[in-house]
């Protein structure tokens, strides 16, 4: 157990809609990163927060937003929901942005039908 | 854009065989890490190298970061069915963004 929170655990839903995943970070980390894996992309870096503010970014879509609250949990919003957008979603935490080990939630999976 | 391919993407052994999976790239890391992860699970930090170069051992896996810091590779000596898994390396890319390779899908039988 990482201490990495995630829920839902699973989630399905059809094109177009819009959905919310929920990570708790480790108690003591100010750092959240959110990634996605599917099959045919691997693990890909979406984007990172510290201490509510955005970070850095990668290859996270227009129809995605994300937001770090005060007590630091943070929340990915995918709307516009379609059929490629079904993959396992990771949310990670660090103590720092900079600090080399992030410790990996259990994941959401999300299907899309 | 930068890539990190791994290979090979599949690896299927005998217990008691020794292997190597590797982890290229044209790009320079300025630190590269390697992860496990299991079915149903988030992927697990294993080691983390630096130095071009480095060698870092880790019971019976061993992790080397290349000189130039654009590849790595792991070696497990003697596997075992727990090591079966995902291993993922990622190269760390800026100051806060990782990039993970294409992964190396590792089955140990018994």
């Known amino acids: 157990d990482s201490g990495v929170t995630q829920t839902p655990k699973h989630l399905i839903t059809a094109t177009g809609q819009r959905v919310t995943l929920r990570c708790s970070p480790r108690s003591g980390d100010l750092s959240v990163y959110w990634y996605q894996q599917s099959l045919d992309q691997g693990l890909q870096f979406l984007i990172q927060y510290y201490n509510g503010e955005e970070r850095a970014k990668g290859n996270i879509l227009e129809r995605f937003s994300a937001q770090q609250f005060p007590d630091l949990h943070s929340e990915l919003n995918l709307s516009s929901l379609e059929l490629g957008d079904s993959a396992l979603y990771f949310c990670a935490s660090s103590v720092a942005p900079q600090q080399e080990t992030q410790y990996f939630g259990p994941g959401t999976r999300l299907l899309v039908l | 854009t930068q890539l990190l391919e791994q290979s090979p993407q599949f690896l299927s052994i005998q217990e008691g065989e020794n292997l190597t999976v590797y982890c290229n790239s044209s790009?320079?890391?300025?630190?590269l890490q390697w992860y496990r992860q299991e079915p149903g699970e988030g992927p697990v930090l294993l080691v983390t190298v630096v130095t071009g170069g480095e060698v870092k051992k880790l019971k019976r896996l061993t992790f080397q970061f290349g000189d130039a810091r654009k590849d790595s590779s792991l070696h497990i000596t003697a596997a075992q069915p727990g090591d079966t898994g995902l291993y993922l390396c990622?190269?760390?890319?800026?100051?806060?963004?990782?990039?993970f390779g294409t992964g190396t899908r590792l089955k140990v039988l018994a």
């Open positions: 990622a190269g760390k890319s800026g100051t806060y963004k990782y990039i």
């Open positions: 790009s320079v890391f300025s630190s």
